[in-house]
């Protein structure tokens, strides 16, 4: 019969715990044979707690705070939830917007969600309605995030918002290099974002991207059947082997991790609509296409490519 452990599913909860958990002794210059005996356990269970094989328990968090010296009633708190809640999956936070009292943590949730993708060795994107971030120009993620933030937004909030974009497609050039692999619907690159000498610099620069070993980009054209991506886009983040895979949804009113078995079914899905993308070499042939097509005057909505995988 498995034990409590042993059954302990690791949650992206339990991670961010024990990466921060970590990184406050390291930064303390502790090591884990001194913290391991100040909590009376052994040097290979903190270690598991740090990786989070095992949950870390909130009396050692507690008493871990005190060690560390981290007095903030904010970050505490964090920490102490993080620690009660780190057998929980999946999460919904609500967006309340960049302008009301609830603002600043919901900044840390989405870091939250920049943390998980930093973390992971793989990123999977399915996108049917706009060309995903880590591969947006600036002025394609201006036009996208002006749009949906409304006229009230001020141009300090947009930029802050344009310049955190672009700061975090740094994470494709980490070594060692993070794949990712994007399915992007055909009608996304039709969408005229930003206006027509928009959407071709940015066509221009997806071909551009794909000459990095480790990006590939693959349409699914609009000939396309019923699919898996009906139901929306989502990110699956493929972690460390020891890690299970989780998926973040982008919704209009917040963001969501799906983790556990749910995630699978993510994952499953992704594998089925790989099978209905066009080849890497077929998908840039068609984005070339269009990219000349609109630079010379067509409609972006017209003459559909025809092109085979």
Not at 151 to 177: E, F, G, H, M, Y
Not at 245 to 261: A, C, F, N, S, Y
Request: hydrophobic letters at 40%.
């Amino acid at each position: 019969m498995p034990t409590k452990r042993e059954q302990f599913v690791q949650t992206i909860r339990s991670q961010l715990l024990g990466s921060r958990m970590r990184h406050l002794r390291e930064e303390r210059g502790q090591t884990l044979k001194y913290i391991a005996a100040y909590l009376g356990v052994e040097f290979s269970t903190l270690a598991r707690y740090e990786r989070a094989e095992w949950p870390f328990r909130k009396d050692h968090v507690e008493a871990l705070l005190d060690v560390y010296g981290v007095y903030d009633e904010r970050e505490r708190e964090e920490l102490l939830g993080l620690a009660r809640n780190a057998w929980r999956v999946n999460q919904w936070e609500q967006d309340e917007g960049h302008n009301s009292a609830t603002a600043a943590v919901n900044d840390r949730v989405f870091i939250d969600h920049w943390w998980a993708q930093k973390r992971a060795q793989e990123l999977c994107v399915y996108q049917n309605m706009l060309i995903p971030g880590l591969l947006a120009t600036r002025d394609y993620a201006e036009a996208v995030i002006r749009h949906h933030q409304g006229p009230a937004s001020s141009t300090q909030w947009i930029n802050q918002q344009v310049r955190q974009v672009i700061q975090r497609q740094q994470v494709l050039d980490d070594k060692p290099p993070k794949r990712l692999t994007v399915l992007v619907e055909e009608a996304a690159l039709r969408r005229p974002v930003g206006g027509r000498a928009v959407l071709v610099q940015q066509l221009e620069h997806l071909v551009r991207e794909v000459e990095r070993p480790h990006v590939n980009i693959r349409i699914l054209p609009a000939t396309t059947g019923w699919h898996e991506g009906v139901y929306g886009p989502f990110t699956v983040c493929v972690m460390d082997r020891l890690y299970p895979p989780l998926v973040l949804l982008e919704h209009l009113g917040g963001r969501m991790v799906v983790e556990d078995k749910l995630a699978e079914r993510y994952s499953n899905a992704f594998e089925r609509l790989s099978e209905h993308a066009l080849g890497a070499t077929a998908s840039m042939a068609l984005i070339t296409d269009l990219a000349k097509r609109l630079d010379a005057g067509e409609d972006p909505a017209e003459h559909q490519i025809e092109a085979s995988g």
